[in-house]
């Protein structure tokens, strides 16, 4: 497992953070927290690229938002996925498995 | 749906803007706090945790700030805080603001105001229906004089013209003259333009009662029918609709109303009646006395009315087109009313429109200028922005923005002014002067408004907008100074190039002035001061005869001669400065006999020349004795006797067979009919006994003009029109007279184009110059204030303050001199245009050029000194402490 944190590829941070939401709400700093769990802290996501991702993605309707209470009783901003989330989830997923499998082939080919 | 979502999330974004934000900062702040919660529970200590967690999210504001411009409808919103902005900083300097919005204002109203009349003059359709159908006939004539324009026909042409061209609805009329109307006791003297039939067929217009002139009525000797405009039904017959087919008096004559025009009914001839013109080939059908308008047909085409004219006109046994011009190709073809009506003045409005053109360079010349200065004043504002963070696009958004703002600014004050000076200018002009009803500012004028603002705030937006590109942020950091003499160089050719343009609108409102000084100053060759004059319809069945016409004039010439205060009264066809009748002459003796030529023609009572004060050269004037059965006796002026007797004495000799000339006179200006070459000159005039006038000449000539009424007193008197109605009303009860006025007003009414000319291209190249002072002005200005320390600097060495002053107003003064140069030099060649309307003086006129330098040079030394005056007041020690 490489330790070091890696520059997330172009269109990769929605996958992340949609899938990071596919098990249940979580605020910013959970959904942080959890693409570097997933991810076996590969992918940092710092909140400069986080948020505006969040924002925008809000906007699209993926995602929807609403303030509550941290574990230790922190008052903290929730995000969930909206239904049009989920198939956004599939479709980036579908479209993420081609690309690798892609970029696979191209690097085993000889 | 998710559309939904997205428009929800713009209006959000846009309108509860502030809620949005104190979101995402609440939202931020969490985040750190559970960052920090984070870093204490892995066990560090407080301050440690939350340097940790700051490092972490690595600036709130940079992520505030990512979030806001990945938002929805960002655009809109930052570009409306930069509206913000853009306002406050213009508030925050009132004195560019002001400078810019006035400069704007004037230069935007300005050219308002002339479009406006471009606008109505030859943008607008005609207030007729279906103008697009209307016309008139224009001929063209290729030959030794080639011309191409519009022609009055005579008889002939109208016969055929109404007969052979099935293509077009054609109509005649005969101009508009005076004519007394009687209605119950009372006598009005109106204005009644006489038509053919289908006159109004073809303006389309249709009687609100009644009808349209019959064609029956419209033949010679036909009964007399008469069709009176909604106004004078409504003000002089009550609106009263049984008149319809009642007879009234008109010319003492009885006519039969046949028709009310509809309210608000305009005519190319603005009559209050109407009657048949019943025109033939006889009479005044002989000449080319009326004029023709046509109207399409439904079906028709120009290309088949134009050729059907050309088939009958060109096959006329009289065809005086080709009298003086006998080997010509003359052809005919038909023009838009529109055009045709609004031809005469076209070359003017459009040298208006330019000289506006002018103004808005000259303004955008200036405000460049400003804006450059602004510009590099903000340099450090600009690098301060550039270095933390802000892009290329946005420094130069702002400063567009800004222009933007001073433009609609400027814009919607400009309209204001252009409404205020429209509205002085309407006043400026005499009635009917303009083929239009009015002048208003329309859509089309706004749309204009806001493009020409814009426009303007793109063009002296250009310059500041490059150099802010050009901004380098170490340079501009580390240097304070921020004239550069790059800059210099461009706000000196600006002001040159200002002044140049400015140069050629003073140049050419010089030159116009001084025509309208020379004609205004003809040598009068009469007395104009102390004469009073009125005009009376003889158009009047009972003064064909000229027994009657005899008794009139001598009973109210002498009525009126016993006003008290009255030195003097004569009657005479025309005074001076009027338009004036003329004829064609032969001499019957001597080595000139056979000599024919035309001359202007006026009849006169015998105390006209003494009443006008015209001095007698040779001769006599006429006496009571000259009557109708006595030697037919005239007087000739001295352009008369220089014409046909190459400058001998008149006295003695016979013309047409068994005239006497008896006297020569003074010769005095006239507005001409014969061969006009300026509004007002001297001519070759005959005078004619009025006694000797005979009965048909004397009904023709009182269809087409009205005698005047003339007194001298001393001084004013009071009163004096009303004793001259009644003595008038001694010789006859029921002979209205038109209006007095004195000679001033009457010359005044004659030069009403050239008066003007002269105050609308007056008012624009007094506004050029203003606006170049103001540029001159700003430039010296600025550099006293940017210069302030290097000023300090060389009168603590020990430079007078005269020195400083003279080389600090120097670049001013050289720029300014510069375009008086480049000004003379354009004008030399683009002024030469305006030659067909001076009179008396050159294009290259050594009055006017030096009257221009003079002008433009204290205006120059004013807008220098000025501002380099304050070089007195600078403290050297204070200026070199502060820096």
Redesign the interface.
Known sequence: MNSEPTTLLPGTLDLLILKSLATGEL???GISRRIQQITGGTFVV???SL???L??M????WTSSFWGD?E?N????YYRLTK?GRKQLEVESRRWGRISWAITQALQAS | ??LL??AR?FLRNLFFSRRVDQ??D???R??L???I??NLRAGMPPKEAERAARM????AE???E??R????GNGLHSLLSDCRFGARQLYKNPGFTLTVVLTLALSVGANTAIFSLVNALLLKSLPYSHPGRMGAIYTRIIGSETSDKYHNVNGEQWELLRDHVPALISAVSGGTTGVNLRAGSRVEYVHRGRVSGHYFDVLAIQPVLGRNFSEDEDRPHGPRAVILSYDLWRNVFGADPALLGQSILLRSEPCTVVGVLPQGATTPLNADVYTPLQPSRDGEGRGTNFTAVIRLREGATWQQADAQINRVWSTRAGRYELAENPSANVSYHSVPLQKSETDPLRPQVLALMLAAGLILLIACANLAGLTLVRMLRRTSEVATRLALGASGWQIQRQFWIENLLLALVGGAVGIGVALLSLKQLLLLLPEHFLPVPNVSLDGRVLAFTLAVSILTSLLFGMLPALAARRVDLRSSMADRSSVRGGSLRLRQSLITGEVALTVMLLAASGLLIRSLIHLETLPPGFNPNGLTVGKASLDDVRYHDPAAFRKLLDESTAAMRQIPGVQNAAVGLNVPYEFVGNDWVTLSDGKEAGHQGGSDWVYVTPGYFDTLQMPVLAGRVFTDVDGPNTQKVVVVNHAFAQKFYGGGNPVGRYIDKDTLIVGEVADVPISSGLDPVAPIQTEQTMYIPATQVEGPLLVLLHQWLQPDWIVRTAGPVEGLTAAMQRALATADPNLPASGFYSMKDLLARTLATQRIEVALLGALASLALVLSAVGIFALVANMVAQRTREIGIRMALGSSIGQVMVQTGRSGAAASLLGLVLGLALSGGALRVMRSVLYGIGVYDGTTIFAVVLTLSAVTLFATALPALRIASIDPARTLREE
């Open positions: 605020h910013g700093l710092k909140p400069g948020f505006p991702a924002h925008r809000e906007e699209e309707g941290s230790n922190r008052r903290a901003k049009a | 749906m998710p979502v997205k999330s979101d995402l609440q939202e931020v969490s985040h706090q559970l960052l919660d984070e972490e999210l690595g600036g940079q992520v505030k990512r979030v411009d990945k938002r929805l």
